[in-house]
């Protein structure tokens, strides 16, 4: 992957100029001081560059391939075409569902003005939390294929390898299981992309900067309380549990068979190691993304209903955070970390009915 970003085409500088006309205005110049027209880095969708405004402020504009909103619902369509008449995937991976989730995430990602909300958002609900810092971003520069922000320095989480020491890779890797943890069950509100690069880290301001908003999701209340009991299952070891929320979530028809309902439960059980005990769980030694890998050939095989929509991202951003906290090789203690937020939506959930009650 780091290769991949590395070596990606980059727009010739003279389309690249048409972008910024098109999208700032043809005295687009005016508004920098500095503008490189060499892009520092790539995105899924565009290319980034350093600049700095007319008023001296340093910051990265994302520049967005022109084209691609355009092609992606086609391509996609295609795409669908291709794998479903190939007969390559088996029927229980729902390949229509999948593929209806990705199409919308993506054309989501083509709407820089949608990034910019989910971006001032996540500014505002981590004002409370020191740890981490989102740039912000410079309204008047941004529309919806060109989007500028503040230019935060540090070293992508990717890089923090065995020459940094023990005690900040713990760090890192905890404030990332944390924010996972606070933007599904108090924000409600999920950033779903853990690519490493959107996560840098400033040994200077100790802080996490976060980067990144085109891919993000709202999870309601009623998906998050169960949600919640499957995870609380798991850490407990509770096969029934996982059971019953699981049925509710609509994970099961209540028709499976016990190979399926087995190979999900264990998978939940694997996704909940990290949060059953109170000593501090070895990423290092785990295998976690592998072991629930190695079931999901059986959970194809049998599977009567495609897994809750809610979870497609979610999933993926779970997966994401355990890489990382195994990337860098952490030890960390997630159990009273689990239960605080745990006990902290429950809370919630409970004064709200109250007030409502009232």
Not at 83 to 108: C, F, H, I, R, W
Not at 161 to 180: G, P
Not at 193 to 221: H, V
Not at 325 to 338: G, N, R, S, T, Y
Request: proline content about 4%.
């Amino acid at each position: 992957m780091e290769r991949v970003r590395n070596n990606a085409d980059i727009m010739p500088y003279s389309q690249t100029e048409q972008m910024l006309r098109d999208n700032i205005g043809a005295d687009w110049k005016t508004q920098f001081q500095e503008f490189d027209l060499k892009p520092f880095a790539s995105a899924s969708i565009g290319q980034v560059h350093r600049a700095t405004t007319k008023e001296g402020v340093d910051v990265a504009v994302k520049i967005q391939y022109p084209g691609v909103a355009d092609s992606i619902e086609s391509d996609m369509d295609n795409l669908f075409t291709l794998l479903s008449y190939s007969g390559m995937l088996p029927a229980g991976m729902y390949l229509d569902k999948t593929l209806k989730v990705t199409k919308k995430e993506l054309l989501q990602e083509t709407d820089y003005f949608y990034e910019k909300d989910n971006q001032m958002k996540f500014r505002q609900f981590l004002q409370k939390y020191p740890e981490y810092y989102v740039p912000f971003v410079v309204d008047e520069l941004t529309t919806k294929q060109v989007l500028t922000t503040e230019f935060v320095r540090g070293v992508n989480i990717d890089k923090l390898n065995e020459s940094y020491d023990q005690v900040t890779r713990n760090w890192v890797a905890y404030q990332v299981m944390r924010l996972t943890l606070l933007e599904l069950f108090e924000f409600r509100f999920m950033q779903t992309d853990p690519n490493w690069a959107n996560f840098i880290w400033n040994s200077e301001t100790r802080k996490l900067n976060l980067i990144d908003f085109g891919a993000c999701s709202n999870y309601s209340e009623q998906f998050l309380s169960e949600y919640l009991n499957v995870i609380a299952s798991a850490a407990r070891k509770d096969r029934k549990g996982i059971d019953d929320a699981s049925l509710k979530l609509g994970f099961f028809t209540g028709q499976e068979s016990e190979i399926m309902k087995n190979a999900h439960i264990n998978s939940v059980l694997i996704l909940g190691e990290p949060f059953m005990s109170t000593e501090p769980y070895d990423f290092s030694q785990q295998n976690i993304t592998k072991r629930i890998h190695e079931l999901i050939p059986t959970m194809l095989k049998y599977r009567l209903t495609p897994p809750p929509q809610e979870t497609y991202a979610l999933h993926r951003k779970l997966s994401g955070a355990f890489l990382i906290c195994a990337k860098l090789k952490a030890v960390i203690p997630l159990h009273d970390l689990f239960w605080e937020i745990h006990d902290n939506f429950q809370k919630s959930v409970k004064d709200k009915n109250n007030k409502q009650s009232e």
